[in-house]
């Protein structure tokens, strides 16, 4: 049974360009939930998509978006990079929208 | 989601019971109490989570107190392998807010 997987697993960009992160739900899940993570810090919730729809946001601006398809795999999307936005990218996959979260690896975003 | 507390850092001697605790003392009657940890560079991982009863599986034991103000994480025999950051969460679902959590350190 695959658990949650994301791509890439590293990825650099420069400031002012675009990213796009995937991620696929352990199998059987239907929500997903982004969360960024910088160094030394505990995970910051982004957002949350259910049912295709984006149910639960947090304090993240609107350079942060995202989408989840009918498989229920994900994307989240970064315009404008911003140095700052250098970070590891988790994404987290559960049953359901108030359930035990299971953790991808991440991705790890350098933005020089 | 309640606002918890945890120390930043604890030690613990290999093969001995580590006791992780932490206030949530604005827990409201409906949020569970979540415990997470994230060995470096990994993901977080789901240790164990209760609303009012002890509970215990293959990993951990919730100790929660009766006015569900506090609660202890108790892994029985720490291994080196359990140094990691552990998250203490009060969440009625819908969103995971982790905070900074406690950095345990196993030392053989």
């Known amino acids: 049974d695959a658990g949650v997987t994301q791509s890439p697993t590293h990825l650099i960009k420069t400031r002012g360009q675009q990213v796009t992160l995937r991620c696929s739900p352990k199998?059987?899940?239907?929500?997903v939930s982004w969360y960024q993570q910088a160094l030394g810090q505990g995970p910051q919730f982004i957002f949350q998509?259910?049912?295709?729809?984006?149910?639960q946001r947090g304090n993240f601006p609107d350079r942060f978006s995202g989408h989840q398809f009918p498989n229920y795999s994900s994307e989240l999307n970064v315009n404008a990079l911003l140095l700052g936005d250098s970070a590891l990218y988790l994404c987290?996959?559960?049953?359901?929208?108030?359930?035990?979260?299971?953790f991808g690896s991440g991705t790890q975003l350098s933005v020089l | 989601d309640a606002k918890t507390t945890q120390p930043p850092s604890m030690d613990c001697a290999e093969g001995r019971a580590a006791n992780l605790p932490c206030n949530h003392s604005?827990?409201?009657?409906?949020?569970?109490v979540y415990w997470y940890r994230q060995i470096h560079s990994q993901g977080p991982q789901y240790i164990i989570h209760?609303?009012?009863n002890n509970e215990t599986n293959e990993m951990a034991s919730l100790i929660i107190t009766e006015d569900r103000k506090s609660s202890t994480l108790i892994l029985p025999h720490a291994t080196l392998r359990d140094t990691a950051v552990y998250y203490c969460?009060?969440?009625?679902?819908?969103?995971?807010?982790f905070g900074a959590g406690t950095r345990l350190f196993v030392k053989a």
């Open positions: 987290a996959s559960s049953l359901g929208q108030m359930e035990k979260l299971f």
């Open positions: 199998s059987g899940h239907d929500t």
């Open positions: 998509y259910y049912e295709e729809e984006e149910r």
């Open positions: 604005t827990i409201s009657g409906n949020e569970y």
């Open positions: 209760g609303l009012k």
């Open positions: 969460i009060g969440t009625g679902g819908f969103k995971t807010i």
